[in-house]
């Protein structure tokens, strides 16, 4: 079946992750596990020339996203003037978690203002208290319906914040859902029926997780095979007018 990783890093994760991709690793990957794309993002605001590089080996491959940092200011829209502007990359990922900021403080909205401008969706990482609650970033979804915003990981491993990002995707039309480290299968189906059909992207966070534990989630979810074509691929290739 065709795939299309909505999320995943090349770059090295040191600390308690310990983990590291490189770009030929991840292609590797791509090519054992049938993934047509993946939607690629560095591991951090400082190393987005890596993504840049790796499109330009493999540029039938990769969609890349800029890492974008709203506490920089002013250098956050210099850099997406720059990454999307100039070098055409497909969209804006930021880390409330990691850059210590909450996702719907008003420090965020001039770097939704440039993804409107640029027309490219938002991808934000959600699960983690205090900074990336479902409910922060479906406020900061409201302040831009034109920008389409999708919740990495869907509330992560919690699950009242999995069933917190089902139901602020269903209040919002632009929130999407993206599915890695999220544990429970029966939540894919769950929002595949209620949020939309056109709104759960199936993604792997590697080299977080491994295509084939991430994979499975969707196989054993309870969707129907045409159902899951929508997950692995067509949701993630219609926001990324690949399609």
Not at 61 to 80: C, H, K, M, S, Y
Not at 162 to 175: C, D, P, T, V
Not at 177 to 196: C, D, F, N
Not at 219 to 239: C, I, K, M, P
């Amino acid at each position: 079946m065709r795939k299309i990783d909505a999320h995943v890093h090349v770059g090295n994760f040191g600390g308690w992750a310990a983990v590291a991709m490189t770009a030929e690793g991840l292609i590797g990957l791509m090519d054992e596990f049938h993934m047509e794309r993946s939607i690629l993002c560095s591991a951090d605001q400082y190393s987005n020339d890596d993504v840049a590089r790796a499109r330009e080996r493999y540029p039938d491959r990769i969609r890349p996203l800029a890492w974008v940092n709203p506490l920089d200011g002013e250098r956050a829209l210099q850099a997406v003037d720059h990454y999307v502007g100039e070098l055409r990359f497909a969209g804006i990922k930021m880390h409330p978690l990691f850059n210590a900021f909450v996702a719907d403080d008003p420090i965020v909205d001039p770097v939704m203002r440039k993804a409107g401008e640029y027309g490219v969706p938002v991808f934000i990482h959600c699960g983690h208290p205090p900074f990336s609650l479902p409910w922060s970033i479906a406020l900061l979804a409201e302040r831009h319906p034109s920008v389409p915003t999708v919740m990495i990981h869907m509330g992560h491993g919690h699950g009242v914040y999995i069933q917190a990002s089902i139901e602020m995707a269903k209040r919002y039309g632009n929130l999407y859902l993206e599915m890695s480290g999220m544990p429970m299968g029966s939540k894919i189906l769950e929002a595949y029926r209620t949020v939309g059909a056109d709104r759960v992207l199936f993604g792997t966070d590697g080299p977080f997780h491994h295509p084939s534990v991430e994979i499975q989630k969707v196989l054993t979810s309870g969707l129907s095979e045409r159902e899951q074509e929508d997950v692995f691929y067509n949701n993630a290739a219609r926001l990324m007018k690949l399609l």
